[in-house]
């Protein structure tokens, strides 16, 4: 997870070149967050989505939670991409 994307498990087959909407939460941001990406890799774990067109107030928000002591654990949720 980092503010450019993040490795997901979809609850489908996931193929690069596939896009995504991906809607996620972060400890200590009210609300959820929105972003579309695309797939730019695939793992035996999951496929791993590059955001695009991230609005700065989300970039913004990733980079304080990724800063923050702990979100290393809290990232790693195990949900499913949408």
Do not use: C, W
């Not at 993040?6 to 896009?19: D, S």
């Amino acid at each position: 997870f980092s503010e450019y994307g993040m490795l997901v498990t979809p609850a489908e087959v996931a193929q690069v070149g596939q896009r995504y909407e991906l809607i996620f939460a972060v400890p200590g941001h009210r609300g959820s967050f929105r972003v579309r990406g695309v797939g730019v890799y695939s793992t035996p774990k999951g496929v791993g989505i590059r955001f695009e067109h991230v609005p700065p107030e989300v970039t913004s928000a990733l980079r304080i939670f990724l800063s923050s002591p702990g979100a290393a654990t809290n990232a790693d949720t195990g949900s499913p991409a949408t």
